[in-house]
């Protein structure tokens, strides 16, 4: 009776895991706010910061912008994954949290392009670092009986942040004015200071872990090999089509516009993405419970191949459609991050489970910055934002074939 007792005990959700869960998701959802900020200001931007009235370098400078971020959201996500391995998940996260706040704040105060492609890159990397972090500190506290669900909820404060950043655009027409929003997530950063405590897990194997010098020769042991592998495919194809989607949709979405300047029209499409992605991803938890992981992957890219190909191949003049068409495929983009952020963690021991999730979420993100920067140059070759887009979608192919393929791994896909 006192091992039931004990166990209903633990399963039980406390004030304080409310109050880290509320900093793990405001945290993330200005991390999604700052990650898409830039996109939905773009062209703004870039007429303020750069002399040239040619189109042919407003869009490399525009992709040097949008890349370099990923760049640096890719490092972040693995160098902060190990440091929170090595010092803890409090004090990687709040450092992490400031890193992208101060950043940020700068990016609104810098007069040419450069300052702020130096700004954004490291603005990624604070990002990078809190996603993972926020994603491996809840996997380890969280009760496991609503761990799915609340992973799954969390997953939905990056799209919370888009969507912020698509009104903040609708209300803001300065973009220096809106990354003084930065300065809200610093706040919180500084107040979780005294509200936030060290995970009980990672005290429990801190001692194993600070005799681990090479946490690297662990992640690619032959036991975890295969894990890593699936982990970074599965989740790196979903974020390739993604980001190319996300960081050039505004642009695209202005290219369809000859009769108005387009800010309502991409403030309105930020915020479906952004709405569809919260509501995917808030029900991303029961989804998987009910049709298993794998079904579950197996939808999200098939949908989101065939959207892609509908919205981007389908649409030479801007109409509702395009509205409607945008929410579905970040509806599936939502439910797929659910998915992999409950799955990819559990598949690694406490002492490199950030390492090891960092290394999934971001290594993907590499090939990521590289897509959105040849996007732009691409974008003069094949005809359009929309064919450059298209063509880096094609990538959720490649995730689908991978999950077809792992039946192997199905005992773990449940």
């Not at 039980?12 to 830039?38: D, E, H, P, R």
């Not at 007429?47 to 992709?63: C, P, W």
């Amino acid at each position: 009776m006192k091992n039931g007792i004990a166990n209903n005990e633990a399963q039980k959700i406390t004030a304080y895991l409310w109050v880290l869960f509320g900093v793990c998701f405001i945290s993330s959802a200005f991390g999604g706010t700052v990650s898409t900020l830039m996109s939905v200001y773009l062209p703004v931007v870039i007429k303020d910061v750069q002399l040239s009235s040619d189109t042919g370098e407003h869009a490399r400078i525009s992709a040097y912008i949008n890349a370099v971020f990923i760049f640096g959201w890719a490092i972040g996500g693995f160098a902060w994954g190990v440091i929170s391995d090595r010092i803890g998940r409090k004090k990687a996260l709040l450092l992490a949290i400031g890193c992208y706040a101060v950043f940020t704040i700068l990016t609104g105060m810098l007069p040419n392009w450069w300052s702020i492609v130096l700004c954004r890159v490291l603005s990624g990397f604070g990002v990078g670092g809190v996603l993972v972090i926020g994603f491996t500190f809840i996997s380890e506290v969280w009760p496991s009986k609503s761990k799915a669900v609340f992973m799954g909820i969390l997953s939905i404060a990056f799209p919370v942040g888009i969507f912020s950043a698509g009104l903040i655009n609708y209300m803001v027409s300065s973009w220096q004015q809106a990354f003084l929003s930065g300065f809200v997530p610093l706040i919180l950063a500084i107040a979780g200071i005294w509200i936030i405590k060290e995970s009980a897990n990672w005290k429990t194997s801190k001692q194993q872990i600070l005799q681990n010098n090479n946490p690297a020769e662990s992640l690619f042991s032959p036991a975890f090999r295969k894990d890593l592998l699936i982990g970074s495919v599965t989740f790196g194809s979903m974020l390739i089509g993604l980001w190319a989607i996300f960081s050039w949709l505004p642009t695209w979405v202005q290219s369809l516009i000859t009769d108005s300047n387009g800010q309502k029209e991409r403030g309105l499409t930020m915020m479906l993405l952004g709405m569809g992605g919260l509501t995917g991803g808030f029900f991303s938890g029961w989804f998987l419970n009910a049709v298993g992981t794998r079904k579950a992957m197996l939808m999200c890219f098939a949908v989101c191949s065939v959207l892609s190909f509908v919205l981007f191949k389908t649409n030479t003049v801007f109409t509702p459609l395009v509205y409607i068409e945008t929410g579905i495929l970040a509806f599936f983009f939502g439910i797929s991050q659910g998915v992999l952020s409950y799955y990819i963690p559990q598949l690694f021991p406490t002492g490199i489970r950030a390492t090891a999730t960092g290394f999934c979420f971001n290594i993907g993100r590499l090939f990521t910055g590289t897509a959105v920067l040849f996007v732009g140059i691409l974008v003069t070759v094949l005809g359009g934002y929309g064919n450059a887009i298209y063509l880096f979608s094609l990538v959720f192919i490649v995730g689908l074939l991978v999950v077809l393929l792992i039946r192997k791994m199905e005992h773990k896909l449940v």
